[in-house]
């Protein structure tokens, strides 16, 4: 393995927390690539062939987690739904991250008329709730996973121009950024070799975490059944029978439910050892921050305290 990867690999799982975030996306993620390169192949049933036998079948052999209302194998169903959710929810904010990176150093390093366009913009989406604003799009655009993906970034961008922004004036600050300026450096040398080193961190973390966030507003609107086609294999689609079918059988909708808290909260765990790989300063203070607590416990024990200190 490359000693760079192995030293991810070793700061990742030197936190429990990070480490088990990593270990549950790993999982989802390999799982849902499988289905995109061998299909329905890999799984025991069709997820969405109709078998009116076979009604809310509860959990057995044949279906690990029963079916559903439908007869529809409910295992089948989820594992067909994470790459539309992992799927959808990666574009999403990817394309509000570039689409934010732009707008965000434009604003922070030319300043002026850039800067009042683009934040006053910014501004205007921020004035309304992204959910609410996402809905309406979904409704106006019309039924479909694309449409449903068009609705959500339309409105996911404008944290990433702030965030960009911020970051981007705070790096301009700086007497390299001003020097190079003056001596008419090329801007995309400027961002290349200055800026955007230093923004990445704030900006990979954050992508990280919201990668969850934006999962959840996906299963929000296949949960209401706004942007999403009923029947697709979806977690938000799949839960919404909780609404209707939550007495008499809850385990349709539960199911899939815990499959989308697994996701959130593997990505916002994830997103810490993101930061630690990134920025040596956070590992070193969680470094200090555990030997302080060993430290801690072997005073409490009556043993000598050790040599062991933040270094």
Do not use: C
Not at 154 to 172: D, N
Not at 233 to 255: C, D
């Amino acid at each position: 393995m490359n000693p760079t990867y192995r030293k991810w690999l070793n700061i990742v799982f030197s936190n429990r927390l990070s480490a088990s975030g990593f270990v549950i996306i790993s999982i989802f993620l390999i799982i849902a690539l499988l289905y995109l390169i061998f299909g329905n192949l890999i799984l025991p049933y069709n997820p969405i062939q109709i078998n009116l036998s076979q009604v809310n079948a509860p959990p057995s052999f044949r279906h690990l987690f029963g079916t559903d209302q439908e007869g529809r194998d409910i295992f089948s169903r989820v594992i067909a739904a994470l790459p539309v959710d992992l799927g959808i929810s990666m574009l999403v904010v990817v394309a509000s991250a570039a689409l934010g990176l732009i707008l965000g150093v434009l604003a922070g390093y030319y300043r002026g008329i850039f800067e009042e366009i683009i934040m006053r913009v910014t501004d205007l989406f921020f004035a309304l709730p992204p959910l609410i604003m996402a809905m309406a799009i979904a409704i106006t655009l019309g039924s479909s996973l694309i449409n449903a993906s068009i609705a959500i970034i339309i409105v996911w961008w404008p944290p990433y121009v702030r965030l960009v922004r911020g970051s981007t004036l705070e790096v301009t600050a700086n007497e390299y950024i001003t020097m190079s300026k003056v001596l008419n450096t090329p801007f995309i040398k400027i961002f290349t070799k200055g800026i955007f080193p230093n923004i990445v961190t704030s900006l990979l973390v954050y992508a990280t975490m919201d990668i969850g966030t934006a999962i959840l507003t996906l299963s929000t609107l296949g949960f209401l059944g706004i942007g999403i086609p009923v029947g697709t294999p979806e977690l938000g689609v799949m839960s919404s029978i909780l609404s209707t079918n939550f007495y008499t059988y809850p385990l349709e909708g539960l199911i899939p439910a815990f499959f989308i808290f697994l996701i959130v909260m593997g990505f916002s765990l994830t997103g810490e050892g993101v930061a630690e790989i990134i920025d040596p300063n956070i590992r070193g203070h969680l470094i200090s921050r555990k030997r302080r607590l060993e430290e801690m416990k072997k005073i409490k024990a009556g043993s000598r305290p050790s040599d062991i200190g933040p270094q």
